[in-house]
């Protein structure tokens, strides 16, 4: 949803041509010609940013400003005093009547626009400041094809089903997408639409609205498979995609994200954006090999010190084939929290009918390892 702007102006080609301006960046224009509309425009539409002139009959901008701070309703709301005063003594009382920000007239589009988008991105991180976060829990792995995705999306329909609490599945690995190919979803594109988006339009809005709600309970925020075309993309992606992760954790009581490897563009900074960390890996001496310098690098960001990092197990192969619990903790050096046993089986029949693997056998050993798992993350949620 386009974010609203009031202009209040006793003179209608400067309502008419700033209203245009505005309009062409995408923002929803509403517009008053004297301070005693405005004041009533603003209580009724709650705009996020008031542009404001001063020298109009009746309440100038300076009273506007005041009786828009003393009230409850509108206090909240950003103005930017916009007017052809200039003198100091003008700004100062614009300032000290509640305004947050003060320009003068004439002045060049592209710096009014500017001001704006300053103005609007502070209110926006003051009130997601102000929400509700939940528990983000992100996992990666030292090397792919180890079946983390796979992973990822049955703990937390594991954990829906645990709580009946919102839940959120975020694929964050453009052009690695499974989850829309293993449940036969056709809109796989949120994700590379968001990242196709300036950063400043990456809001909570955006990002609740790319949410795609499934018959399985949960939302996910699904990344396309194929790679083609992404190039364009790539440009601060790395800013975008903490940016999304940000605005996920306000939006569910728990928040999975599907890192991956540590080739992720801002990879630190998404982890950081975590409450916990899970490293999943498997009972493969190469794998585990690599796991163990993926820990040692994490412990220097801190992770498992004053953040919580998991080592997960994740065995697919039969049991001849793998290092012991003993040698697999040996080698990383570190405890293992959770082990998944293998099931070939049951994986093959979840792809030939499309349906999570929890679903297959929902009494079997998989699915009580998986549901024990998720127990644990339900429970820090509600701490």
Not at 332 to 349: D, R, W
Not at 362 to 377: D, F, K, R, T, V
């Amino acid at each position: 949803m386009a974010e609203k702007i009031l202009v209040i102006d006793d003179d209608l080609e400067t309502l008419r041509l700033v209203g245009l301006m505005l309009q062409k960046q995408g923002y929803h224009i509403l517009t008053a010609a004297s301070g005693e509309e405005g004041i009533q425009v603003a209580l009724r539409e709650q705009p996020d940013l008031i542009l404001l002139d001063v020298m109009m009959p009746g309440l100038d901008g300076f009273e506007v400003t005041r009786r828009l701070r003393q009230n409850p309703e509108t206090s909240s709301i950003p103005i930017l005093i916009f007017t052809a005063k200039s003198q100091v003594e003008d700004k100062v009382e614009g300032y000290e009547a509640g305004a947050d920000d003060y320009l003068t007239k004439p002045i060049h589009p592209a710096e009014l626009i500017a001001h704006i988008k300053a103005l609007l991105g502070r209110s926006r991180a003051r009130r997601e400041a102000a929400l509700p976060r939940g528990y983000v829990l992100g996992l990666t792995a030292a090397k792919g094809g180890i079946g983390l995705s796979t992973l990822a999306l049955n703990l937390g329909l594991a954990c829906y089903q645990r709580s009946k609490s919102e839940v959120v599945l975020a694929e964050l690995r453009l052009g690695e997408g499974i989850w829309a190919e293993m449940l036969s979803l056709h809109d796989d594109q949120a994700l590379k639409a968001l990242l196709s988006l300036p950063l400043h339009e990456i809001t909570r809005a955006t990002v609740d609205n790319q949410l795609l709600r499934t018959t399985l309970g949960v939302r996910l925020l699904l990344s396309p498979r194929q790679v083609e075309g992404y190039t364009p993309l790539f440009s601060g992606m790395g800013e975008k995609l903490v940016a999304i992760t940000r605005h996920l954790a306000t939006l569910a009581s728990l928040i999975i994200l599907d890192i991956g490897t540590p080739f992720l563009p801002g990879y630190i900074d998404i982890l950081n954006q975590c409450d916990e960390v899970m490293v999943v890996t498997e009972s493969q001496p190469f794998t585990l090999r690599l796991t163990r310098r993926l820990i040692t690098d994490l412990e220097r960001y801190g992770f498992g010190k004053s953040k919580i990092m998991s080592i997960v197990l994740n065995n697919r192969m039969r049991a001849d084939l793998q290092y012991t619990i003993t040698q697999v903790q040996d080698t990383l050096e570190h405890a293992v929290s959770a082990t998944i046993s293998p099931v070939p089986e049951l994986a093959y029949h979840a792809a030939l009918r499309s349906v999570p693997l929890l679903h297959i056998q929902p009494e079997g050993l998989y699915a009580q390892q998986i549901m024990q798992l998720a127990s644990q993350y339900v429970e820090r949620t509600r701490v």
